[in-house]
């Protein structure tokens, strides 16, 4: 009797680890970058593509902000007026806000050694300090530059001038 609970309880540990498993790949295959990332492969041109930021949303925002590393919890708190408790250890990524409350964030995976796949710059020059910057919803205009490295593609968000 001990021996089938074991083995029932095994079983359905493996069960609830492969279907975590499906509903992360699920997850990551729905983000907003995922979307940008497919609309600009169906639509490249040598130009690159025009994204409209709040085309790809499908919840209510009023401004985005655009951030890289390093830029602190802090900073961020200080320019949106919002708590935002997050971690931001060497990363970048967007954060929506509607009527000063966070409605979506993503944070973009960085890799040290190549191209991140999928990056918004927040201003047209990457150095530009601070690393930040807000867009409203009317001007979140970027081109997207379809760069390859090795055996894959990376995309650059640029603000359109």
Not at 37 to 47: E, G, L
Not at 58 to 85: M, Q
Request: charged share 30%; glycine share 2%; net charge neutral.
């Amino acid at each position: 009797m001990a021996k089938k609970n074991i083995a029932f309880f095994l079983i359905t540990v493996l069960l609830l680890m492969m279907l975590s498993c499906k509903y992360e790949n699920l997850r990551e295959g729905d983000t907003m970058d995922s979307r940008i990332m497919q609309y600009v492969d169906n639509n490249y041109t040598k130009n690159g593509v025009y994204v409209r930021l709040s085309d790809f949303t499908e919840f209510d925002w009023d401004r985005v902000l655009v951030f890289h590393y390093p830029t602190s919890a802090k900073e961020i708190e200080d320019v949106l007026g919002l708590k935002y408790n997050k971690s931001l250890d060497l990363v970048s990524g967007i954060i929506f806000v509607k009527d000063n409350e966070i409605t979506y964030d993503e944070i973009f995976k960085t890799d040290y050694e190549s191209p991140p796949v999928f990056f918004i710059y927040h201003n047209q020059d990457i150095n530009a300090r601070p690393k930040y910057k807000i867009f409203s919803r009317d001007n979140s205009e970027f081109v997207c530059v379809r760069q390859k490295h090795k055996n894959y593609y990376y995309y650059k968000l640029i603000p359109k001038e």
